[in-house]
């Protein structure tokens, strides 16, 4: 992919540094990759508009330019698509795992707590230690949060302090809601004075690019979807200019095979495409070095805590 030297003027949105511009993402090539990944008809009225991924000379943060999030129209539609949220995610029983530790009760908000996934494994947990609340604008998710009697608010963060004033939590988590944020910096701050002295923020996100990105264009790891697009240096970086301690988690990777195979058949086929054993070895006879050029660049992936990086990460952030 070539580089070019970007507008100077745009700034890192976590550490103010430069900027390059990495690819332009049109419109009508998004909306044509969001037709291929669902292999759907996208919507007229989504009003996606042409965006830059640029990316921070700096802590290598990658972000959308400009920064104007997904429409209402936009979200509709996608979360209406087929295997949109998935039920469990690695992250909640490893923050389950990391709050066991705690001695006393825990008072936790899940910011973006969605129609209650989190909860439902807390509940399950039997944990009796937490004591939990929802954070979520979208009425039908609260409305299935209230159905199982978890106590959720319809809002943001800006009218949850309004109306909840001195109210402190020991625990904050933000479950892939941070990706979809033009400002983190701001919204981490925002938490932050949500938080008990001794609390903690844990988030969530994909690790970016992910293993499948490779040589294929995940449209849904992109703008309007996804706003910004995290790796272990930008995350560090945040940490930093907020004067926060960072530790950070991850499951373990896929194995560097599988990987190889995966990025190589998206590369040929696309996500609809085959997977089937016969597929994959007839196509491995017919291009080797580029199936080998897969093995290598997965190989050459960042490594995390000495170990090839995973797809999600969680970090967790202490004052
Ligand atoms: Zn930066």
Request: proline share 4%.
């Amino acid at each position: 992919m070539k580089k070019r030297t970007h507008n100077k003027n745009i700034s890192c949105p976590i550490c103010s540094n430069t900027t390059i511009k990495v690819k332009k993402l049109d419109s009508p090539y998004i909306i044509d990759r969001l037709a291929l990944h669902f292999n759907t008809q996208v919507d007229k009225n989504l009003n996606i508009v042409d965006y830059e991924l640029l990316k921070c000379t700096e802590c290598s943060f990658e972000f959308s330019y400009p920064q104007i999030a997904g429409s209402g129209a936009f979200y509709n539609w996608i979360t209406s698509q087929t295997g949109y949220y998935p039920k469990i995610r690695w992250e909640f029983s490893k923050v389950l795992d990391l709050l066991a530790n705690e001695k006393k009760g825990v008072k936790l908000l899940d910011v973006g707590c969605g129609d209650g996934q989190f909860f439902d494994q807390i509940v399950k947990k039997k944990n009796t230690k937490i004591d939990f609340y929802g954070l979520d604008p979208t009425i039908g998710s609260i409305e299935m949060c209230i159905d199982k009697g978890y106590k959720v608010y319809c809002m943001d963060i800006k009218e949850f302090k309004i109306n909840n004033k001195n109210t402190l939590f020991d625990a904050v988590t933000l479950y892939h809601v941070l990706e979809h944020i033009a400002n983190p910096k701001e919204f981490i701050e925002e938490l932050l004075s949500l938080l008990n002295p001794n609390g903690s923020i844990y988030i969530s996100t994909p690790y970016s690019p992910m293993d499948f990105e490779l040589d294929w264009f995940d449209v849904l790891n992109h703008p309007p979807h996804h706003f910004g697009r995290w790796n272990l240096k930008s995350y560090k970086k945040l940490a930093e200019v907020l004067g926060l301690k960072i530790e950070v988690f991850m499951p373990l990777p896929g194995k560097l095979l599988v990987s190889a195979i995966q990025s190589f058949m998206f590369s040929i086929y696309g996500n609809l495409g085959k997977g089937e054993k016969k597929t994959i070895i007839k196509s491995i006879i017919k291009t080797p070095f580029k199936f080998l050029t897969h093995l290598w660049k997965q190989s050459q992936r960042d490594k995390i805590m000495g170990k090839r990086a995973a797809n999600v990460i969680l970090a967790k952030f202490t004052k």
